[in-house]
Nanobody, 120 residues
Framework: QVQLVESGGGLVQPGGSLRLSCAAS????????MGWYRQAPGKERELVAH???????VYADSVKGRFTISRDNAKNAVYLQMNSLKSEDTAVYYC??????????????WGQGTQVTVSS
């Protein structure tokens, strides 16, 4: 069993910054791809940023130049540094990790979600 625990959300003014963290614990042999998604009210969940085990990254066009995804393989953790936040970044943010277990099988795991609200 694997659990992902997120932290770092909250209320911030436009132009401000937040850093989200997501750590996995449990039956982990090897963490693979990781990412952050978000879902705003009335909208579908969308990819925000993705990072491979080797450090390759992909960003949604709407966050390029403002958000930075990073990871710490030793801690089974993924981070999202969000700068120059805008009201349209308001959403529930979910972390995602692809984790290989000792059996050799890979599974997808999701965090519980953390609310990010950008408002003056």
């Amino acid at each position: 069993q694997v659990q992902l625990v997120e932290s770092g959300g909250g209320l911030v003014q436009p132009g401000g910054s937040l850093r989200l963290s997501c750590a996995a614990s449990g039956n982990i042999f090897s963490p693979n791809d990781m990412g952050w998604y978000r879902q705003a009210p009335g909208k579908e969940r969308e990819l925000v940023a993705h990072i491979t085990r080797g450090g390759g990254t992909v960003y949604a066009d709407s966050v390029k130049g403002r958000f930075t995804i990073s990871r710490d393989n030793a801690k089974n953790a993924v981070y999202l540094q969000m700068n120059s936040l805008k009201s349209e970044d308001t959403a529930v943010y979910y972390c995602h990790q692809q984790i290989m277990q000792a059996t050799g099988l890979q599974y997808d795991y999701w965090g519980q979600g953390t609310q990010v609200t950008v408002s003056s």
